[in-house]
């Protein structure tokens, strides 16, 4: 089974909300285990796994949901946010889905466990054709929601390994305002050069910021580097909206795209998310409930080291628990694992109760990096970008 529709992202635009959303939606089937899959961000995983095991490990348990013998299989979690950490009062009041319990999904055949996969029967040519099809009490259209899939060769492969009529959802910000969000998310993550969290710490998020910003964007070889390195300079690769998207539209019709707007999804949450659920051909469920708001830029890093120490704790976390599959296999292992991880967030990082504004000399900064983009991205939507987009304050 393959998803019949991807949020491609992008990062810090709502696709966390969104998630949480359709996790509530008894029509839409999600990645098991793993909310953003790093299958198609790491270009060895997509040429040593197979497009077979993309298949079985995310989507492994569809026909028995689909004949009614299971629901959606309950996510790991995404653990940069602490969304695993259920004992995390205050990340449970910010996401309510975070920690649904999936207890139907908890029995699954113990030898394709051991495998690491899920060996259910195919999917006829049918069921291919139409994920709505019922064959039971339930109708399901499965999808990945990945803010992650605009770095480098993503869009190749998902455009290799998908039919052209696969639905994509881009969810876009404003590219300064998003920017700003992205720094102090991955302040605290190790995604960030140590010089950048030291002088955040000393000086402050507005002031950190904008000297972060300056040593790239004032630097010619380092701008030129932006889409050529992505994961390097991903406070900056990620705002280049009509760059990734026309990387897309090599494989995938316009038509097939949709185009949401950050700000109009805030403003109204439940009208935006009902129309990107006509977009999918998704039947409304009433089970569903507006506003949820999953914000999970809530801590920071108590040293400069500190993030190193948990970005190696992230690479452990994905390999054993995504691509090894140990969660299932090894429940107890993955307990002691989260309760380590739990433990070196709780001492490594605090609370990030503030709320400095972005610098208007850095925004004017970033709007005139972004400016090409912000017109063509215009052009793509056809439409009016949202008011706050390139404001000069």
Known sequence: MEPSFICIGFQKCGTTSLYDLFKKNR???????????MFYRVPFMRWFFGRRWYCQRYFGHYVDA???GTDNACEVGLITGRRGHTNDAQALSDSPTAAKACPQNASVDTAADAAGICQDPPLSEKQHQNPLSSTGRHKLIAGEIN????????AKWIGKDFAPNTKLIFMMRDPADRCYSAYKYFLALGFLPVSAVSYDLKHGHADGFDHYVRSVLCHKECRRDIMKKRFKYMCFSQGNYATLIGEYLRY?????????????????????????????????????????????????????????????????????????????????FFKGFMSIYDWSMDHLTRPDTGNEKMLPE????????????MKQVEDLAGCPLPERWGRAQ
Not at 147 to 154: K, S, V
Not at 275 to 295: A, Q, T
Not at 362 to 373: A, D, G, M, S, V
């Open 252 to 332: 995938f019709p316009r038509s097939n795209m949709k185009l949401v707007f950050f700000e109009d999804f805030v403003s109204d949450q439940e009208t935006v998310t009902k129309d990107i659920m006509r977009f999918l051909g998704i039947p409304e469920d009433p089970d569903m409930v507006f506003p949820v708001k999953s914000n999970e830029t809530n801590f920071k890093a108590v040293a400069s080291i500190s993030p190193l120490i948990l970005k190696i704790m992230q690479a452990l976390y994905y390999f054993f628990f995504e691509f090894l599959s140990l969660g299932r296999r090894c429940p107890g």
């Open 27 to 37: 029509h839409v089937y999600l990645t098991e285990d793993v909310k953003e899959p």
């Open 147 to 154: 803010a992650g899939l605009g770095y480098r060769n993503c």
């Open 66 to 68: 689909v004949l009614g």
């Open 362 to 373: 850095t925004r004017k900064l970033l709007n005139r990096y972004y400016r090409r983009q």
